[in-house]
């Protein structure tokens, strides 16, 4: 954490365990900056709950993460496997609080729009109606 430990953040990152739901909102509500160094994620519904808080994101640029996170816009991605990549995208966000509020206002301005029940609801019917298209145009 040599890039870190210049920002006398060494000991104030705690392992939690498993959370459940509501903990798991609860500490989405409490960060300022979300961090999400996974190797693999298909669709993190912990992303999107700390979208859903407003929270600025720090997330790997790798499975389905780029379909939520758009480097600049509603975050910020790192590069897969890179403690180097991660630590200079959280160090960009530690120092500048406007940019932290801004990419956080997006992240929840994108989870309001695209993930309604209605907008789900929609994406799944044309979803549907896709494959019924495609099985009569075989037929």
Same mark, same amino acid.
């Given at each position: 954490?040599?890039?870190?430990?210049?920002?006398?953040?060494?000991?104030?990152?705690?392992?939690?365990?498993?959370?459940?739901?509501?903990?798991?909102?609860?500490?989405?509500?409490?960060?300022?900056?979300?961090? /999400?160094? !996974? =190797?693999? #994620?298909?669709?993190?519904?912990?992303?999107?709950?700390?979208? @859903? *808080?407003?929270? +600025? $994101?720090?997330?790997?640029?790798?499975?389905?993460?780029?379909?939520?996170?758009?480097?600049?816009?509603?975050?910020?991605?790192?590069?897969?496997?890179?403690?180097?990549?991660?630590?200079?995208? /959280?160090? !960009? =966000?530690? #120092?500048?609080?406007?940019?932290?509020?801004?990419?956080?206002? @997006? *992240?929840?301005? +994108? $989870?309001?729009?695209?993930?309604?029940?209605?907008?789900?609801?929609?994406?799944?019917?044309?979803?549907?109606?896709?494959?019924?298209?495609?099985?009569?145009?075989?037929?």
């Amino acid at each position: 954490m040599p890039l870190l430990a210049n920002k006398q953040l060494l000991g104030s990152i705690r392992y939690l365990g498993k959370l459940n739901f509501q903990q798991l909102r609860a500490c989405a509500r409490a960060v300022d900056i979300y961090l /999400l160094p !996974s =190797l693999w #994620e298909n669709c993190p519904y912990a992303c999107m709950e700390a979208m @859903a *808080a407003g929270r +600025a $994101i720090v997330a790997s640029n790798q499975g389905g993460v780029p379909e939520l996170i758009t480097h600049g816009k509603n975050g910020l991605l790192a590069e897969c496997g890179s403690p180097e990549s991660f630590a200079a995208q /959280l160090c !960009s =966000l530690i #120092e500048d609080p406007e940019l932290r509020t801004k990419l956080g206002a @997006a *992240a929840r301005q +994108a $989870i309001e729009q695209g993930f309604t029940d209605t907008a789900i609801a929609t994406q799944t019917a044309d979803f549907y109606r896709g494959v019924l298209a495609r099985q009569r145009e075989k037929n």
